[in-house]
């Protein structure tokens, strides 16, 4: 929620076309750019700057919580101050005038949450009414802004309301983030419309309906972030990290995205809005044309054989899937089955899942990679059912994610590889361990894994003759220096390029702070990727790329000359990169690829790749 919604009188966006409906000649054009995450082009009213008031049940608590109580908020405070000061350090890439508007209202909001009256006021009620922090923060916001209006004194009641209103936008945001859900609900989403805002979590982007939302754009947010892949997935068209957004737009106005050139457009011209159509013409006739090669093999055109298959996130893209031609399920996201519900899904539910998906395949290859909790991945089930803690790790990424919580919680593990091993008997099934770093984790996941078989026998479940397949991702710098050991102890490899991207360089693939710094073609990346792929091409042993990398066509020149021969992408992806391996030959892959590799500066790899 931004200053705009106060001034737009928090009106919900009305849905009209903007084809119907006059551009207000008020504001002037203006041009944003992000991070282009998802290609094709929206135009439409924008909505989501306006947010419900908070709905939050009144609670009391106990005398001997208090403590706790005063802990949740002072952990909400800094996470409102962290996001404040985040937003403001990216206003620097605004222009003066903007950066003038927008920054004394960040100033104020973290003044507020300094040692301000209404923290103080906040604590005070928890301590001394015995009310939750929640109940606490909309008590003291709401007097507080009431006092506000109340002011005697010189300044007009157009700027006493504008105060109040911060007031309780601040209290907006520290109860978001007492209640962990950052955003809200698109339930009132209106037909064609774009959403803008702050942040969009990878479980609040799973939660968007394609075929109601023209398109996405937000302030903050990387490439290769989960809530990007989401995005793609739907075949939203999506910018992200377009500094100054939420405070720019105003609900109701025309937005254009263009998620190919990672252009945000606000108040078109009348020429801006034209050209933006006919954009959108071209984009779908290319669509088209490439739904043309659906039918023809993936083959190079001196005929070596490629396997391009597709990645999953829920169940609703399987018809994208078919669509596009790929050849199985490269890579099914697990972690989206146990977003946005209160409960964790058991065994029987997740085996209906799977079940259904590996049915729709008809007898193509799914492999099911079981859940990868941790990173910018939240599940709210895990933290109600204790399965993992209320607080966030200090460094998520680096801390208890994917194998690792799977192997400290062994009942969550078996239940998961139970329900896959169920759908097993639909057809042919792999599954994929995520995070690995080394082979013992292997080892004791193999362990479990014949351990549910054994179980399963004896239920007298019906499973294949011939047990899954047990692969792992390469995605960490350990696993892939040490792929030769590894190829000994797993099934398969399934290279995850995007996270190998960031713990290689250090970068967080969400963050668009740091998205120039995030390079797949970084030598350091490269050099991993040719090692682990060797290392299973020396045991014979099926290797393939599933993180984003896979889905540009113009590097599988350069996979293909490394060897690769199997890919999993995004649906949508799949038939520009079939094109793109319909015109390579392998013999100039592999020469292209040894000249690719003899380079150690990022800059001259990109260049040999834009040739
Ligand atoms: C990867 O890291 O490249 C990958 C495919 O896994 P995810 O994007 O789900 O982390
Ligand atoms: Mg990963």
Redesign the pocket.
């Known amino acids: 929620m931004s200053r705009t919604d106060e001034e737009a009188g928090d009106k919900p966006a009305e849905a009209k076309p903007a084809r119907d409906k006059p551009v207000p000649a008020a504001r002037p054009e203006r041009r944003l750019i992000g991070i282009p995450v998802s290609s094709g082009i929206a135009i439409g009213p924008v909505f989501g700057a306006a947010e419900p008031p908070a709905v939050i049940t009144r609670l009391k608590i106990h005398a001997e919580d208090t403590q706790a109580e005063v802990s949740r908020l002072d952990a909400a405070i800094a996470q409102s101050r962290k996001q404040l000061l985040k937003l403001k350090a990216r206003l620097a890439i605004l222009p003066e005038d903007s950066q003038a508007e927008i920054a004394p209202l960040l100033d104020a909001y973290l003044q507020m949450i300094g040692s301000s009256r209404l923290v103080r006021g906040v604590r005070r009620r928890v301590a001394e009414t015995l009310v939750s922090a929640e109940t606490a923060v909309v008590d003291e916001t709401d007097a507080l802004a009431e006092a506000v209006m109340a002011m005697p004194g010189d300044e007009d009641r157009a700027g006493r309301k504008r105060r109040a209103e911060e007031v309780r936008e601040i209290g907006r945001r520290l109860i978001r983030n007492l209640t962990r859900a950052p955003f809200r609900s698109f339930n009132a989403l209106p037909q064609g419309a774009v959403l803008a805002c702050e942040y969009l979590r990878p479980a609040d982007a799973a939660l968007l309906d394609p075929a109601r939302l023209a398109g996405v754009a937000t302030d903050d947010g990387g490439a290769?972030g989960?809530t990007a892949?989401m995005l793609r997935a739907l075949g939203v068209p999506a910018v992200l990290g377009v500094a100054g957004l939420t405070e720019a737009v105003r609900p109701g106005e025309t937005i254009i995205v263009d998620g190919t050139a990672g252009v945000v457009t606000l108040n078109p011209t009348r020429d801006t809005l034209a050209a933006a159509r006919r954009a959108v013409t071209a984009y779908a006739r290319e669509l088209q044309k490439l739904a043309l090669l659906r039918r023809l093999p993936a083959v190079t055109a001196d005929g070596e054989a490629v396997d391009l298959q597709a990645?999953l996130e829920i169940p609703a893209e399987l018809p994208l899937i078919a669509q596009s031609g790929a050849a199985g399920i490269g890579?099914f996201?697990s972690e989206f089955l146990f977003m946005n519900r209160e409960k964790l899904p058991d065994e029987a539910a997740q085996a209906e899942v799977y079940r259904s998906v590996v049915e729709a395949m008809a007898g193509d290859p799914v492999t099911i990679?079981v859940l990868?909790w941790g990173?910018e991945k939240e599940i709210e089930a895990l933290q109600a059912e204790g399965v993992v803690p209320e607080a966030a790790d200090l460094n998520p990424a680096l801390g208890i994610r994917g194998i690792r919580l799977l192997l400290r919680q062994p009942e969550l593990f078996e239940t998961q590889l139970a329900a896959i091993l169920r759908a097993a008997s639909a057809g042919p099934v792999r599954i994929l361990l995520?995070m690995v770093t080394n082979v013992g984790e292997v080892r004791q996941a193999r362990e479990i894994y014949e351990r549910v078989i054994r179980r399963l026998r004896r239920r007298g479940e019906r499973l294949p003759d011939k047990a899954p397949p047990l692969g792992i991702?390469i995605?960490t710098p350990g696993a892939a220096l040490s792929a030769d050991a590894l190829a000994l102890e797993a099934d398969f490899f399934?290279?995850?390029?995007?996270?190998?991207t960031m713990y290689t360089l250090a970068v967080d693939r969400g963050d668009s702070d740091v998205s120039s710094l995030y390079d797949p073609l970084h030598p350091a990346v490269l050099r991993l990727v040719q090692f682990a792929t060797e290392a299973a091409l020396r045991m014979r042993m099926p290797v393939s790329v599933?993180?984003?990398m896979a889905s540009n066509p113009k590097l599988m020149k350069l996979l293909l000359g490394l060897g690769l021969r199997s890919f999993s992408m995004n649906a949508s992806a799949v038939p520009r990169v079939k094109q793109a391996i319909r015109g390579l030959n392998i013999d100039d892959c592999a020469r292209f690829a040894r000249r690719v590799m003899e380079q150690s500066d990022p800059v001259r790899i990109a260049e040999l790749l834009a040739e």
């Open positions: 290769d989960h892949i990645n890579l996201r990679r990868d990173g995520p991702m995605e399934a290279i995850g390029t995007n996270d190998l599933c993180g984003e």
